[in-house]
């Protein structure tokens, strides 16, 4: 049986000139068991890397406050007036308005699902709140493309299988699995163990993309990767050069988003 599942991100923006936000928790709802759920990062550390006058112990009522608000588990609903309209599909719609100052909610994004919600709500967790995943969990660009499948269900994005014949007797893998109005996506990862080994993926990378780019309709290149800090130097680096290569070797324009910001493009 298939349910619906709605989800909107938390944002902490601490300087609204500034204008930059941080994922610090997602929200979940299912109309149809029903339940609600407040996920936080337990990342606090991150949080002060971006804000370093941020109050640990204000940030921590807030958090208690979401929790209070939105986790429905082992409560009883009828006699709760927090989770009255919680059978509805808006329900987070409009839970989540009064936020609009610091702490503030994405728009509301919706995806079917099938499977258990327990693993369903993992794995979008582990999208949105990459840093509380331990660096010894390091995502694959196999779980980049299999998280990348689910987000494109309700959205006009669909799979398709763009392989480069080159590396097709040892690699059955396809460089670009979905296409979208305007792109193609492929997925990539930054999590590896040594510098050398990310060094020889992306140059796997450059040159099976731009030996199919005959292929790819005069769309642009969407590098859909796991959720680094852009800003982070060793990376940056990297992918400008990437961003070089395949603009000058296809003639195509090319971008490279993290699974988080590509998951919210594509739903707006």
Same mark, same amino acid.
């Given at each position: 049986?298939?349910?619906?599942l709605?989800?909107? $991100?938390?944002?902490?923006t *601490?300087?609204?000139i ?11 709802h299912?109309?149809d068991i ?7 990062t337990?990342?606090?550390?991150? $949080?002060?890397?971006?804000?370093? =006058? ?23 609903l009828d ?6 309209f919680?059978?509805?599909d808006n329900?987070?719609? =409009?839970? %989540?308005?009064p936020?609009?100052n ?5 728009k509301v994004?919706?995806i079917e $699902?099938?499977e258990?919600? &327990?693993e369903?709500?993992?794995?979008l ?8 995943? *331990?660096?010894?969990?390091r995502? %694959?660009v196999?779980?980049v493309?299999a998280?990348?499948k689910k987000?494109?269900?309700?959205t006009?994005?669909h ?14 893998? *396809?460089?670009f699995t979905?296409?979208t109005k305007?792109?193609?996506v492929?997925p990539f990862?930054f ?9 020889n993926?992306?140059? &796997? ?15 642009n $290149?969407?590098?859909?990767i796991n959720?680094i ?7 940056? =680096?990297k ?5 070089d290569?395949?603009?000058e070797? %296809?003639?195509?324009?090319v971008?490279?988003? %993290? ?8 739903k =707006?």
């Amino acid at each position: 049986m298939k349910h619906k599942l709605y989800y909107s $991100i938390l944002k902490y923006t *601490p300087d609204i000139i500034r204008d930059e936000s941080l994922n610090v928790g997602i929200v979940f709802h299912c109309p149809d068991i029903p339940i609600s759920k407040f996920k936080k990062t337990n990342n606090k550390q991150r $949080i002060y890397y971006f804000d370093d =006058e941020y109050d640990p112990d204000y940030i921590d009522i807030v958090f208690k406050s979401l929790s209070y608000e939105f986790d429905s588990d082992n409560l009883n609903l009828d006699n709760d007036d927090r989770f009255e309209f919680i059978k509805n599909d808006n329900y987070l719609e =409009e839970k %989540t308005k009064p936020y609009v100052n610091e702490f503030w909610f994405s728009k509301v994004f919706q995806i079917e $699902i099938s499977e258990p919600l &327990k693993e369903e709500i993992n794995d979008l967790t582990k999208t949105y709140l990459y840093y509380d995943s *331990p660096k010894n969990q390091r995502i %694959t660009v196999d779980k980049v493309n299999a998280l990348l499948k689910k987000q494109i269900k309700n959205t006009d994005a669909h799979l398709t299988n763009v392989y480069c014949k080159i590396f097709s007797k040892n690699n059955k893998k *396809p460089v670009f699995t979905i296409e979208t109005k305007n792109s193609v996506v492929a997925p990539f990862t930054f999590d590896y163990k040594k510098d050398s080994s990310l060094d020889n993926a992306l140059e &796997k990378l450059s040159f099976q993309v731009t030996h199919v780019k005959n292929k790819l309709k005069n769309k642009n $290149i969407q590098i859909v990767i796991n959720n680094i800090d852009l800003d982070d130097s060793k990376y940056k =680096e990297k992918m400008n050069l990437l961003k070089d290569v395949l603009s000058e070797d %296809t003639g195509m324009e090319v971008k490279i988003d %993290t699974l988080a910001d590509f998951s919210e493009k594509i739903k =707006e």
